[in-house]
């Protein structure tokens, strides 16, 4: 399966805006070829949100926003994997949603481990841990940013049988570390695929670092580059998937009976 990452330039929050380069993109990657397209984090409203925004922005999970964004995805046969604020009854959760290329929804996903004020402020932690979809003959899992830092939940993803993970982000800088150095190794350590779509630009006092990146379980990785907006093209094969299970077998050769009864927390 070919897919493509989308690497956007920060710009105004205004959601008919960004709905509108939403659409402009989704058509350039399916011109490219690809069967999915992944956006950052908070693709609809911007990240990080203010107050306005996020109103004007949260919504249900079945709201108008969606159904456009599925509308987007049925013009032209390509499957989407975008973040948004979703509101349910008074918690605001930081998201992320799939629908398929004939625009039904496939996963919803709530961003778990929030990353200091800038999330703890505004949403409610999810309280999933593996959220998975098919797309056509593969697994897919969701996961938001900053969860793919913690090293258990990819793995759960793994041994879960995920073998592509969408995490849509916005990595700031100067974490470039994250980008350049965990996500490959979270892809290699796990066995699986990681596509991970980041922001370029400052926001709201947050300066956005790009390097969106595509990391395959063998140890290779694409990264965007450039620090400017783009498609990031992959191909994804369940084979190398398969091969890598083979070749580094940490899955099989875990020893969880070693791991249990350790504290939860430090201190």
Not at 93 to 99: D, G, T
Request: aromatic share 8%; proline share 7%.
């Amino acid at each position: 399966m070919r897919i493509a990452c989308w690497q956007a330039a920060c710009g105004s929050p205004d959601v008919p805006h960004l709905l509108g380069r939403l659409r402009e993109v989704a058509r350039q990657a399916a011109e490219a070829g690809a069967e999915l397209l992944v956006a950052p984090e908070m693709t609809v409203g911007g990240y990080p949100l203010r107050p306005a925004a996020l109103a004007q922005a949260s919504e249900p999970v079945d709201g108008p926003h969606g159904l456009e964004v599925a509308a987007i995805a049925r013009e032209f046969g390509i499957a989407v994997l975008h973040g948004w604020p979703e509101r349910d009854g008074d918690a605001v959760y930081n998201a992320s949603r799939l629908v398929s290329a004939e625009g039904v929804l496939l996963a919803n996903y709530r961003k778990a481990h929030l990353f200091g004020e800038v999330d703890r402020s505004r949403f409610a932690p999810g309280d999933h841990g593996v959220v998975q979809a098919k797309l056509g003959e593969l697994t897919v899992g969701l996961l938001v940013c900053y969860d793919v830092e913690f090293p258990e939940a990819v793995r759960a993803h793994g041994l879960a049988g995920t073998e592509l993970l969408l995490v849509p982000t916005a990595l700031m800088r100067p974490w470039d570390v994250v980008a350049r150095t965990l996500v490959p190794a979270r892809a290699f350590e796990s066995q699986l695929y990681i596509a991970y779509a980041n922001w370029i630009g400052e926001r709201g006092g947050l300066d956005f670092c790009g390097l969106t990146t595509v990391a395959a379980p063998d140890g290779t990785w694409l990264t965007r580059e450039e620090p400017t907006e783009g498609l990031l093209l992959a191909e994804i094969d369940p084979a190398v998937v398969a091969k890598a299970r083979l070749d580094t077998p940490y899955l099989h050769d875990r020893r969880p009976e070693l791991y249990r009864g350790l504290p939860d927390r430090l201190g």
